[in-house]
Every structure is written in C-alpha cells, then in structure tokens.
C-alpha cells in the first residue's frame, strides 16, 4: 500500500501563488509518475501536472506557464508550485502516484484551493 499526505492548499487572493505538497510513503519500490489532479465545483477531475521517473513534465494547457510540478526523490515527495491564480483555479487538488509494474495507481485525500476575486 500506498500513503499519499498532502498539504498546502487555502485561500488566496487572484494573482497569488500557493505551494502544494505531497508526501508519499509505504510501497514505493518503483515509482513510475507523480501528478496532481483538480476537480473543480461541478466539473470532471482533470489533469494538472504530471512528472514521470525520468523527470519529464507535462502540463494542461490552462497552467502551462503558471504552475510547476517538482520532486524530491529522496523524500518521495511532489510539489506544485501555482502562480497567478485565478478564480478558475478553485479546486480540491489531488495527489496521485502511480507505482509498480502492474502500475498501480493511488490518490491522496485532497486539498482545496480556493482563489477570490
């Protein structure tokens, strides 16, 4: 098994930056992918960010120049760094680590990140 303990989420005024993080621990013999995904109110969980083992990055379009994913392999844990929010960025943050050859994949409780106007 797999634990996944985030933090980092809150309030923040649009134009702000937050820092989320994701501590990961138990099973984690391979790592294949770290990502953070959103789900926003009423809408479908998205894709935010995504760092693979071998450090390459992808992003949806609507945080491309915004957000960072980053990681610190000795401590197992993923960052996302998020600049100039926007109201449209409200959303519960999941973090999700998906590991093993079976690919496994497992989620963290969320966090919410809320941006005002």
């Known amino acids: 098994q797999v634990q996944l303990v985030e933090s980092g989420g809150g309030l923040v005024q649009a134009g702000g930056s937050l820092r989320l993080s994701c501590a990961a621990s138990?099973?984690?013999?391979?790592?294949?992918?770290m990502a953070w995904y959103r789900q926003g109110p009423l809408k479908q969980r998205e894709l935010v960010a995504r760092?693979?083992?071998?450090?390459?990055?992808n992003y949806a379009d609507s945080v491309k120049g915004r957000f960072t994913i980053s990681r610190d392999t000795a401590k197992n844990t993923v960052y996302l760094q998020m600049n100039s929010l926007t109201p449209e960025d409200t959303a519960v943050y999941y973090c999700?680590?998906?590991?093993?050859?079976?690919?496994?994949?497992?989620w963290g409780q969320g966090t919410q990140v809320t941006v005002s106007s």
């Open positions: 138990g099973r984690l013999f391979l790592v294949n992918a």
């Open positions: 760092i693979t083992r071998g450090g390459s990055t």
């Open positions: 999700n680590v998906v590991v093993g050859v079976r690919l496994d994949d497992y």
